[in-house]
């Protein structure tokens, strides 16, 4: 694998399809405490960072292997990419 990117085998969707894990993700988001989730206008502007990188594939970012939609969620959280986007 070059550039030392992650792939992830979605090895914890249980059988599930993938819809189905999104769907899940996309519940978890949105049951997160206001204290660790980001306003709605920054998850916005943080996931449209991420749509126009060359390291998002299906939902994933190669780099660490994360799902951008929770990482764009979570305060504490930030771009892994050395070159910030957010």
């Given at each position: 694998?070059?550039?030392?990117?992650?792939?992830?085998?979605?090895?914890?969707?249980?059988?599930?399809?993938?819809?189905?894990?999104?769907?899940?993700?996309?519940?978890?988001?949105?049951?997160?405490?206001?204290?660790?989730?980001?306003?709605?206008?920054?998850?916005?502007?943080?996931?449209?960072?991420?749509?126009?990188?060359?390291h998002l594939q299906k939902g994933m970012c190669r780099l660490?292997?994360?799902?951008?939609?929770?990482?764009?969620?979570?305060?504490?959280?930030?771009?892994?990419?050395?070159?910030?986007?957010?």
């Open positions: 694998m070059s550039e030392g990117l992650r792939v992830c085998r979605k090895c914890m969707l249980r059988g599930g399809s993938e819809e189905e894990y999104f769907r899940n993700l996309e519940n978890y988001i949105a049951r997160l405490e206001d204290e660790v989730r980001v306003e709605q206008e920054v998850y916005e502007a943080r996931l449209k960072k991420c749509e126009q990188c060359k660490c292997g994360c799902y951008v939609e929770l990482r764009a969620a979570l305060k504490v959280r930030k771009c892994p990419d050395t070159d910030r986007k957010w």
